[in-house]
């Protein structure tokens, strides 16, 4: 039953993924645009039980903010945009007594791992290099879960408090599994771009996917939740499935820019 779920939630996230990219444009941003308000919501109701009570109005303007710029692709306007963000925090900080200095911080945070780092994806025109990111983030999931359960002995003691399952054999085999399913994809699609180059992005995006979900895991860990939420059957919220794309996203723009 519980796989059944798992199965169904997968396909129906993993068939808007790919109608959204397959269509670009606005219709991607649009789609990563909600996807990334919905996990800025699951993280600033998480962090409620850290006693952080985030502006979520503010949380979400700032996204969109996000959002629309890397849309636009305007680097002017992102820093002039980042600017203006940074003093209305300051300024909403001093008029609001409703929140503490710890609660902007907690904002700034929101903001960075999820508006910054999910609205990179956005920027990424080529459509190529956005199904890479899918392959990469959960290629690395697959092998390194499939590996650890099968042949992992070697637990990694110092992620025992995060994860206790993790296991060297897992992360290795997380890493060469994204190492071979991109190169088969890099082949098939006929990438211009050295091999070496590809080989050295795709060991460094799979370290970048699995430290993605241990940052997840520790944040959950910490805030004593299982899931951010339960939108998607069987795995959870919207967080809880894009946390290996999240640290990638930004890394996969820079390496289109190569």
Do not use: Q
């Not at 991607?28 to 039980?49: D, H, M, P, T, Y």
């Not at 003691?157 to 060297?168: A, D, F, G, M, Y």
Request: a positive charge; proline letters at 2%.
């Amino acid at each position: 039953m519980n796989l059944a779920k798992r199965l169904f939630g997968g396909g129906i996230i993993l068939f808007i993924l790919i109608a959204i990219t397959y269509l670009g444009g606005i219709y991607f941003a649009i789609g990563f645009g909600i996807f990334s308000c919905i996990a800025v919501k699951e993280l600033v109701n998480a962090l409620k039980n850290l006693s952080y009570n985030v502006p979520l109005k503010f949380a979400m303007v700032i996204n969109l903010f996000f959002v629309i710029n890397a849309f636009s692709n305007h680097k002017n306007l992102f820093m002039f945009g980042f600017t203006s963000i940074l003093i209305a925090i300051f300024v909403y900080m001093i008029f609001n007594k409703k929140y503490r200095m710890e609660d902007f911080f907690a904002l700034l945070f929101v903001v960075t791992y999820v508006s910054i780092f999910m609205s990179s994806a956005i920027r990424i025109n080529n459509k190529i290099y956005l199904y890479m990111l899918y392959i990469i983030a959960w290629g690395s999931d697959t092998f390194a879960y499939l590996t650890g359960s099968t042949i992992g002995r070697h637990k990694i003691k110092s992620l025992e408090s995060i994860s206790p399952h993790k296991t060297i054999e897992g992360f290795i085999g997380g890493v060469c599994g994204a190492v071979i399913l991109n190169l088969i994809y890099v082949n098939y699609v006929k990438l211009d771009k050295n091999l070496l180059l590809v080989i050295i992005f795709t060991i460094i995006a799979a370290f970048l996917s699995e430290t993605g979900d241990l940052v997840a895991s520790f944040i959950k860990r910490k805030c004593k939740i299982k899931d951010y939420g339960n939108l998607i059957p069987g795995h959870g919220g919207i967080l809880d499935r894009f946390d290996s794309i999240l640290f990638i996203s930004p890394c996969l723009y820079l390496f289109t820019l190569i």
